[in-house]
Protein backbone atom coordinates (compact mmCIF):
# COMPACT_ATOMS: atom_id res chain seq x y z
CA UNK A 1 0.00 0.00 0.00
CA UNK A 2 2.63 2.30 0.89
CA UNK A 3 4.52 1.32 -2.55
CA UNK A 4 1.46 2.43 -4.31
CA UNK A 5 1.09 5.28 -2.95
CA UNK A 6 4.53 6.34 -3.16
CA UNK A 7 4.34 5.85 -7.00
CA UNK A 8 1.79 7.90 -7.45
CA UNK A 9 3.19 10.54 -5.59
CA UNK A 10 5.96 10.38 -7.84
CA UNK A 11 4.03 10.22 -11.07
CA UNK A 12 1.88 13.38 -9.94
CA UNK A 13 4.44 16.25 -11.84
CA UNK A 14 3.65 14.37 -15.42
CA UNK A 15 -0.29 13.98 -14.37
CA UNK A 16 -0.33 17.61 -13.69
CA UNK A 17 1.54 18.19 -16.84
CA UNK A 18 -0.48 16.18 -19.11
CA UNK A 19 -3.91 17.59 -17.29
CA UNK A 20 -2.71 21.24 -17.74
CA UNK A 21 -2.01 20.74 -21.34
CA UNK A 22 -5.17 19.14 -22.64
CA UNK A 23 -7.02 21.85 -20.58
CA UNK A 24 -5.00 24.17 -22.28
CA UNK A 25 -6.58 22.61 -25.83
CA UNK A 26 -9.88 22.51 -24.39
CA UNK A 27 -9.70 26.37 -23.90
CA UNK A 28 -8.20 27.09 -26.70
CA UNK A 29 -9.04 24.95 -28.99
CA UNK A 30 -9.36 27.46 -32.04
CA UNK A 31 -5.97 28.52 -31.97
CA UNK A 32 -4.60 25.13 -32.11
CA UNK A 33 -6.80 23.66 -34.98
CA UNK A 34 -5.53 26.95 -36.91
CA UNK A 35 -1.93 26.95 -35.85
CA UNK A 36 -2.12 22.81 -37.11
CA UNK A 37 -3.79 24.25 -40.49
CA UNK A 38 -0.75 26.07 -41.04
CA UNK A 39 1.76 23.75 -40.38
CA UNK A 40 -0.03 21.06 -42.88
CA UNK A 41 0.00 24.22 -45.58
CA UNK A 42 3.51 24.80 -45.19
CA UNK A 43 4.47 21.31 -45.64
CA UNK A 44 2.37 20.75 -48.70
CA UNK A 45 3.93 23.34 -50.18
CA UNK A 46 7.53 22.52 -49.27
CA UNK A 47 6.96 19.43 -50.39
CA UNK A 48 6.03 20.31 -54.04
CA UNK A 49 8.78 22.85 -54.25
CA UNK A 50 11.59 20.27 -53.71
CA UNK A 51 9.78 17.72 -55.98
CA UNK A 52 9.95 20.46 -58.33
CA UNK A 53 13.62 21.00 -57.79
CA UNK A 54 14.33 17.26 -57.88
CA UNK A 55 12.51 17.75 -61.66
CA UNK A 56 14.46 20.52 -62.94
CA UNK A 57 17.91 18.81 -61.53
CA UNK A 58 17.68 15.20 -63.09
CA UNK A 59 20.13 14.43 -65.30
CA UNK A 60 19.57 15.50 -69.08
CA UNK A 61 20.48 12.22 -70.27
CA UNK A 62 19.39 8.55 -69.76
CA UNK A 63 16.09 7.70 -69.21
CA UNK A 64 15.22 11.43 -69.15
CA UNK A 65 11.35 12.01 -71.45
CA UNK A 66 12.45 13.53 -74.55
CA UNK A 67 11.98 17.76 -74.71
CA UNK A 68 9.05 18.13 -78.20
CA UNK A 69 10.60 20.53 -80.81
CA UNK A 70 10.38 21.48 -84.25
CA UNK A 71 13.34 21.68 -86.59
CA UNK A 72 14.35 22.45 -90.02
CA UNK A 73 17.22 21.92 -92.10
CA UNK A 74 19.94 24.65 -93.59
CA UNK A 75 19.95 24.69 -97.00
CA UNK A 76 23.00 25.94 -99.44
CA UNK A 77 22.20 27.99 -101.63
CA UNK A 78 22.33 31.40 -103.92
CA UNK A 79 21.06 34.21 -101.57
CA UNK A 80 20.26 37.74 -103.10
CA UNK A 81 21.36 40.70 -100.60
CA UNK A 82 18.74 43.35 -100.98
CA UNK A 83 18.18 46.72 -99.31
CA UNK A 84 15.12 47.87 -98.64
CA UNK A 85 13.36 51.63 -97.97
CA UNK A 86 10.07 52.87 -98.19
CA UNK A 87 9.19 55.21 -101.55
CA UNK A 88 6.44 57.54 -103.14
CA UNK A 89 5.24 56.74 -106.62
CA UNK A 90 6.04 59.91 -108.77
CA UNK A 91 5.21 60.53 -112.84
CA UNK A 92 7.67 60.91 -115.01
CA UNK A 93 5.88 63.80 -116.52
CA UNK A 94 3.06 66.19 -115.14
CA UNK A 95 1.78 69.02 -116.98
CA UNK A 96 -0.61 71.46 -116.32
CA UNK A 97 -2.76 71.77 -119.28
CA UNK A 98 -3.75 75.86 -119.68
CA UNK A 99 -4.89 77.82 -122.22
CA UNK A 100 -1.97 80.27 -123.85
CA UNK A 101 -5.27 83.08 -124.85
CA UNK A 102 -7.93 84.13 -123.28
CA UNK A 103 -11.32 83.18 -124.71
CA UNK A 104 -14.38 80.73 -124.30
CA UNK A 105 -14.13 77.13 -123.89
CA UNK A 106 -16.55 75.94 -126.54
CA UNK A 107 -15.47 72.45 -126.49
CA UNK A 108 -13.69 69.73 -124.30
CA UNK A 109 -12.29 66.69 -126.47
CA UNK A 110 -11.82 64.00 -124.32
CA UNK A 111 -13.12 62.41 -121.21
CA UNK A 112 -12.28 61.70 -117.56
CA UNK A 113 -9.29 59.55 -116.70
CA UNK A 114 -8.88 59.05 -120.78
CA UNK A 115 -5.52 58.13 -121.85
CA UNK A 116 -4.22 60.85 -124.37
CA UNK A 117 -1.32 60.90 -126.90
CA UNK A 118 1.10 63.21 -127.30
CA UNK A 119 -0.66 65.85 -130.02
CA UNK A 120 -4.37 64.63 -129.17
CA UNK A 121 -6.85 67.63 -129.12
CA UNK A 122 -8.04 68.60 -125.65
CA UNK A 123 -10.01 71.32 -125.78
CA UNK A 124 -10.92 74.36 -128.25
CA UNK A 125 -11.02 77.94 -127.34
CA UNK A 126 -13.52 80.19 -129.64
CA UNK A 127 -11.39 81.36 -132.22
CA UNK A 128 -13.06 83.95 -134.07
CA UNK A 129 -11.67 86.69 -132.24
CA UNK A 130 -8.34 85.62 -133.53
CA UNK A 131 -9.56 85.18 -136.87
CA UNK A 132 -10.44 88.80 -136.71
CA UNK A 133 -7.46 89.58 -135.78
CA UNK A 134 -5.77 88.10 -138.32
CA UNK A 135 -7.54 89.71 -141.11
CA UNK A 136 -6.76 92.68 -139.89
CA UNK A 137 -3.09 92.13 -139.84
CA UNK A 138 -3.38 91.06 -143.21
CA UNK A 139 -5.59 93.87 -144.38
CA UNK A 140 -2.93 96.56 -142.80
CA UNK A 141 0.14 94.31 -144.68
CA UNK A 142 -1.75 95.09 -147.87
CA UNK A 143 -1.91 98.87 -147.54
CA UNK A 144 1.24 99.28 -146.36
CA UNK A 145 2.59 97.20 -149.29
CA UNK A 146 1.35 99.76 -152.08
CA UNK A 147 2.58 102.52 -149.93
CA UNK A 148 5.99 100.76 -150.43
CA UNK A 149 5.27 100.08 -154.08
CA UNK A 150 4.63 103.86 -154.28
CA UNK A 151 7.88 104.93 -152.94
CA UNK A 152 9.87 102.65 -155.10
CA UNK A 153 8.68 104.12 -157.71
CA UNK A 154 8.88 107.66 -157.30
CA UNK A 155 12.45 106.49 -155.86
CA UNK A 156 13.44 105.26 -159.26
CA UNK A 157 12.10 108.56 -160.60
CA UNK A 158 13.97 110.91 -158.23
CA UNK A 159 17.12 109.10 -159.35
CA UNK A 160 16.27 109.81 -163.17
CA UNK A 161 16.20 113.38 -162.48
CA UNK A 162 19.27 113.66 -160.55
CA UNK A 163 21.07 112.07 -163.02
CA UNK A 164 19.74 114.86 -164.86
CA UNK A 165 20.54 117.47 -162.57
CA UNK A 166 16.85 118.35 -162.39
CA UNK A 167 16.06 117.89 -158.36
CA UNK A 168 18.62 117.91 -155.26
CA UNK A 169 20.61 115.23 -153.80
CA UNK A 170 18.59 116.09 -150.80
CA UNK A 171 14.96 114.79 -152.14
CA UNK A 172 16.55 111.51 -153.35
CA UNK A 173 18.45 110.52 -150.31
CA UNK A 174 14.64 111.38 -148.46
CA UNK A 175 12.74 109.92 -150.97
CA UNK A 176 15.13 106.78 -149.74
CA UNK A 177 14.58 106.83 -146.14
CA UNK A 178 11.08 106.95 -146.82
CA UNK A 179 11.26 103.47 -148.68
CA UNK A 180 13.34 101.58 -146.31
CA UNK A 181 10.89 103.15 -143.41
CA UNK A 182 7.85 101.68 -145.56
CA UNK A 183 9.58 98.26 -145.74
CA UNK A 184 10.43 98.03 -142.22
CA UNK A 185 6.80 98.83 -141.51
CA UNK A 186 6.16 95.50 -143.64
CA UNK A 187 8.00 93.74 -141.62
CA UNK A 188 6.23 94.83 -138.66
CA UNK A 189 2.94 93.91 -140.05
CA UNK A 190 4.28 90.14 -140.80
CA UNK A 191 5.09 89.49 -137.38
CA UNK A 192 1.32 90.93 -136.48
CA UNK A 193 -0.20 88.24 -139.15
CA UNK A 194 2.36 85.89 -137.57
CA UNK A 195 0.96 86.50 -134.31
CA UNK A 196 -2.58 85.98 -135.00
CA UNK A 197 -1.95 83.15 -136.60
CA UNK A 198 -0.14 81.54 -133.75
CA UNK A 199 -3.32 82.91 -131.11
CA UNK A 200 -5.59 81.56 -133.87
CA UNK A 201 -3.72 77.78 -133.72
CA UNK A 202 -3.42 78.44 -129.38
CA UNK A 203 -7.22 78.42 -129.50
CA UNK A 204 -6.83 74.52 -130.13
CA UNK A 205 -5.32 73.11 -127.24
CA UNK A 206 -3.22 69.83 -127.59
CA UNK A 207 -1.52 67.73 -125.40
CA UNK A 208 2.23 68.34 -125.11
CA UNK A 209 3.11 64.52 -123.36
CA UNK A 210 1.32 61.10 -123.68
CA UNK A 211 -1.12 60.19 -120.37
CA UNK A 212 -3.70 59.68 -118.73
CA UNK A 213 -5.96 63.12 -118.34
CA UNK A 214 -7.08 63.55 -114.65
CA UNK A 215 -10.76 65.66 -113.51
CA UNK A 216 -11.71 68.55 -115.58
CA UNK A 217 -11.38 71.57 -113.89
CA UNK A 218 -13.52 74.11 -115.98
CA UNK A 219 -16.55 73.45 -117.86
CA UNK A 220 -17.65 74.04 -121.48
CA UNK A 221 -19.09 77.97 -121.62
CA UNK A 222 -16.84 79.48 -119.18
CA UNK A 223 -14.32 82.22 -119.70
CA UNK A 224 -10.46 80.59 -119.76
CA UNK A 225 -7.77 82.62 -119.00
CA UNK A 226 -4.05 82.65 -119.38
CA UNK A 227 -3.07 83.12 -115.95
CA UNK A 228 -5.89 80.70 -114.30
CA UNK A 229 -4.03 78.53 -111.79
CA UNK A 230 -6.16 75.20 -112.19
CA UNK A 231 -5.64 75.42 -115.86
CA UNK A 232 -8.26 73.29 -117.87
CA UNK A 233 -7.20 69.80 -116.83
CA UNK A 234 -3.67 67.46 -115.86
CA UNK A 235 -2.21 65.08 -117.52
CA UNK A 236 0.34 62.48 -115.73
CA UNK A 237 2.49 60.16 -118.15
CA UNK A 238 2.42 56.66 -116.17
CA UNK A 239 4.52 54.82 -118.77
CA UNK A 240 7.11 54.61 -117.87
CA UNK A 241 7.16 55.98 -114.05
CA UNK A 242 9.24 56.24 -111.73
CA UNK A 243 9.56 55.76 -107.51
CA UNK A 244 11.69 58.10 -105.35
CA UNK A 245 12.82 56.42 -101.98
CA UNK A 246 15.28 56.57 -99.07
CA UNK A 247 18.18 54.35 -97.64
CA UNK A 248 20.18 54.98 -95.06
CA UNK A 249 23.63 56.34 -94.97
CA UNK A 250 25.18 53.45 -93.62
CA UNK A 251 24.20 51.19 -97.48
CA UNK A 252 25.70 54.07 -99.05
CA UNK A 253 29.31 52.44 -99.05
CA UNK A 254 27.91 49.09 -101.21
CA UNK A 255 25.67 51.00 -103.25
CA UNK A 256 27.81 53.57 -104.83
CA UNK A 257 30.53 50.20 -105.46
CA UNK A 258 28.11 49.20 -107.67
CA UNK A 259 27.12 52.22 -108.50
CA UNK A 260 30.05 53.89 -110.04
CA UNK A 261 30.62 50.11 -111.32
CA UNK A 262 27.87 50.79 -113.84
CA UNK A 263 26.08 47.70 -112.62
CA UNK A 264 22.50 47.75 -113.66
CA UNK A 265 20.79 47.32 -110.25
CA UNK A 266 17.60 45.54 -110.02
CA UNK A 267 14.42 47.61 -107.93
CA UNK A 268 11.44 45.75 -106.82
CA UNK A 269 7.91 47.58 -105.51
CA UNK A 270 5.93 45.78 -103.12
CA UNK A 271 2.32 47.11 -101.85
CA UNK A 272 2.00 48.36 -98.48
CA UNK A 273 2.17 45.19 -96.35
CA UNK A 274 5.11 44.25 -98.09
CA UNK A 275 3.42 40.98 -99.91
CA UNK A 276 2.32 41.38 -103.53
CA UNK A 277 5.12 42.40 -105.93
CA UNK A 278 3.60 44.91 -108.15
CA UNK A 279 6.59 46.17 -110.95
CA UNK A 280 9.82 45.68 -111.36
CA UNK A 281 12.59 47.89 -112.47
CA UNK A 282 15.98 49.38 -112.40
CA UNK A 283 18.37 51.98 -110.39
CA UNK A 284 17.72 55.05 -112.26
CA UNK A 285 19.89 58.21 -110.54
CA UNK A 286 21.14 59.10 -106.71
CA UNK A 287 20.83 62.16 -105.26
CA UNK A 288 24.15 64.11 -104.76
CA UNK A 289 23.62 64.85 -100.95
CA UNK A 290 22.81 63.21 -97.28
CA UNK A 291 19.66 64.77 -96.07
CA UNK A 292 21.23 65.77 -92.56
CA UNK A 293 17.59 65.54 -90.66
CA UNK A 294 16.94 62.04 -91.46
CA UNK A 295 20.29 60.56 -92.20
CA UNK A 296 19.38 59.39 -95.70
CA UNK A 297 19.86 59.44 -98.97
CA UNK A 298 16.98 59.44 -101.74
CA UNK A 299 17.43 57.02 -104.97
CA UNK A 300 15.29 56.97 -108.03
CA UNK A 301 14.18 53.86 -109.78
CA UNK A 302 12.20 53.81 -113.04
CA UNK A 303 9.59 51.05 -114.11
CA UNK A 304 7.88 50.16 -117.29
CA UNK A 305 4.42 50.20 -115.59
CA UNK A 306 2.99 48.44 -118.67
CA UNK A 307 -0.05 46.64 -116.24
CA UNK A 308 -0.80 50.23 -114.59
CA UNK A 309 -0.07 48.96 -111.18
CA UNK A 310 1.97 51.59 -110.02
CA UNK A 311 -0.36 54.68 -109.23
CA UNK A 312 0.72 58.53 -108.57
CA UNK A 313 1.73 59.46 -104.86
CA UNK A 314 0.94 55.65 -104.01
CA UNK A 315 3.15 54.70 -100.93
CA UNK A 316 5.15 51.44 -101.69
CA UNK A 317 8.03 49.65 -100.19
CA UNK A 318 10.97 49.10 -102.18
CA UNK A 319 13.69 46.37 -102.53
CA UNK A 320 17.14 47.00 -104.16
CA UNK A 321 19.35 44.36 -105.46
CA UNK A 322 22.84 44.99 -104.72
CA UNK A 323 24.63 41.35 -103.94
CA UNK A 324 24.10 37.76 -104.62
CA UNK A 325 25.90 35.34 -102.24
CA UNK A 326 27.09 32.64 -103.92
CA UNK A 327 26.43 28.73 -101.79
CA UNK A 328 25.54 30.22 -99.15
CA UNK A 329 24.44 28.57 -96.38
CA UNK A 330 20.79 29.28 -95.35
CA UNK A 331 18.72 28.93 -92.12
CA UNK A 332 15.17 30.08 -90.68
CA UNK A 333 15.51 33.61 -88.80
CA UNK A 334 13.17 31.64 -86.10
CA UNK A 335 16.19 29.36 -85.61
CA UNK A 336 18.45 31.95 -83.96
CA UNK A 337 18.32 32.47 -80.26
CA UNK A 338 20.13 35.03 -78.08
CA UNK A 339 21.31 35.22 -74.86
CA UNK A 340 24.53 36.36 -72.77
CA UNK A 341 26.62 33.96 -74.41
CA UNK A 342 25.74 35.85 -78.23
CA UNK A 343 24.07 34.31 -80.71
CA UNK A 344 23.29 30.73 -81.46
CA UNK A 345 20.90 28.34 -82.12
CA UNK A 346 20.34 24.29 -80.96
CA UNK A 347 21.70 22.09 -83.87
CA UNK A 348 19.91 17.83 -83.24
CA UNK A 349 22.41 15.64 -83.76
CA UNK A 350 22.12 11.79 -84.71
CA UNK A 351 21.37 10.89 -81.43
CA UNK A 352 18.63 13.59 -80.98
CA UNK A 353 20.37 15.49 -78.70
CA UNK A 354 20.41 19.21 -78.63
CA UNK A 355 23.79 20.52 -78.84
CA UNK A 356 24.86 24.50 -78.95
CA UNK A 357 26.26 25.97 -81.97
CA UNK A 358 27.72 30.04 -82.11
CA UNK A 359 26.51 31.60 -84.74
CA UNK A 360 27.57 34.50 -87.39
CA UNK A 361 24.86 35.73 -89.31
CA UNK A 362 24.99 37.53 -92.39
CA UNK A 363 21.77 39.16 -94.36
CA UNK A 364 18.30 38.28 -94.13
CA UNK A 365 15.08 38.28 -96.05
CA UNK A 366 11.94 37.72 -95.00
CA UNK A 367 11.86 34.21 -92.94
CA UNK A 368 15.71 33.34 -93.55
CA UNK A 369 18.93 34.68 -92.96
CA UNK A 370 22.53 33.56 -93.66
CA UNK A 371 24.89 31.51 -91.46
CA UNK A 372 28.23 32.87 -92.10
CA UNK A 373 30.04 30.66 -89.52
CA UNK A 374 28.56 27.84 -87.47
CA UNK A 375 26.49 25.82 -89.31
CA UNK A 376 26.93 23.87 -92.62
CA UNK A 377 24.46 23.07 -95.02
CA UNK A 378 22.22 19.63 -93.72
CA UNK A 379 21.84 20.18 -90.30
CA UNK A 380 18.83 20.38 -88.56
CA UNK A 381 18.03 23.66 -86.16
CA UNK A 382 15.50 23.91 -83.51
CA UNK A 383 13.04 26.44 -84.52
CA UNK A 384 10.38 25.90 -82.38
CA UNK A 385 11.06 24.95 -78.16
CA UNK A 386 14.50 26.12 -78.21
CA UNK A 387 13.69 28.01 -74.79
CA UNK A 388 12.96 24.40 -73.02
CA UNK A 389 16.35 23.21 -74.58
CA UNK A 390 20.07 22.97 -72.90
CA UNK A 391 23.42 21.38 -73.75
CA UNK A 392 22.32 17.41 -74.43
CA UNK A 393 18.59 17.21 -74.18
CA UNK A 394 17.06 14.77 -75.93
CA UNK A 395 14.45 16.18 -78.07
CA UNK A 396 11.52 14.60 -79.63
CA UNK A 397 10.93 16.23 -83.61
CA UNK A 398 7.44 17.14 -84.18
CA UNK A 399 5.89 18.03 -87.41
CA UNK A 400 2.50 19.52 -88.44
CA UNK A 401 1.92 16.85 -91.39
CA UNK A 402 -1.02 14.42 -91.58
CA UNK A 403 0.70 11.40 -90.62
CA UNK A 404 2.97 13.01 -87.90
CA UNK A 405 6.26 11.67 -88.97
CA UNK A 406 9.67 14.13 -88.86
CA UNK A 407 10.70 14.84 -91.89
CA UNK A 408 14.04 14.24 -90.41
CA UNK A 409 13.47 10.93 -88.49
CA UNK A 410 12.17 10.35 -92.13
CA UNK A 411 15.67 11.03 -93.57
CA UNK A 412 17.55 9.46 -90.61
CA UNK A 413 16.13 6.31 -91.26
CA UNK A 414 16.65 5.89 -95.14
CA UNK A 415 20.26 7.07 -94.54
CA UNK A 416 20.62 4.37 -91.79
CA UNK A 417 19.06 1.58 -93.85
CA UNK A 418 22.28 2.41 -96.08
CA UNK A 419 25.08 2.80 -93.71
CA UNK A 420 23.46 -0.60 -91.81
CA UNK A 421 24.67 -3.72 -92.87
CA UNK A 422 22.53 -6.19 -94.84
CA UNK A 423 22.42 -9.18 -91.99
CA UNK A 424 21.27 -6.16 -88.81
CA UNK A 425 17.58 -6.44 -89.02
CA UNK A 426 15.58 -2.58 -89.65
Do not use: C
Not at 224 to 231: E, H, I, R, S
Amino acid sequence: MNQTSKFETNNSPHLNKIQRFFHFIRRHWVIVIIIGVIITVSIIFTTSYIMKLDTEKKPLGGSQRPQPVTALITNKTDFDVYLKGLGTVIPTNTVTIKSQVSGQLIHVRFQEGQHVNKGDLIAEIDPRPFQVQLMQAEGQLARDEAFLKNAEVDLALYKQLLAEDSIAAQQVTTQETLVKQYRGVIETDKGQIANARLQLTFARVIAPITGRVGLRQVDPGNMVQVNDVNGIVVITQLQPITVVFSLPQDNLTILMKHWNAKTTLLVQAYDQEGKVLLASGKLLAVDNQIDTTTGTIKLKAIFDNKDNKLFPNQFVNVRLKVDTLRDATVMPTSAVQRGSIGTFAYVIKDDKTATVRMLKLGPAESDMVVAIEGLVPGEFVVTVGGDKLREGTKVAIMTADSKGASVRDEKAKTAGQKRRPSSEPK
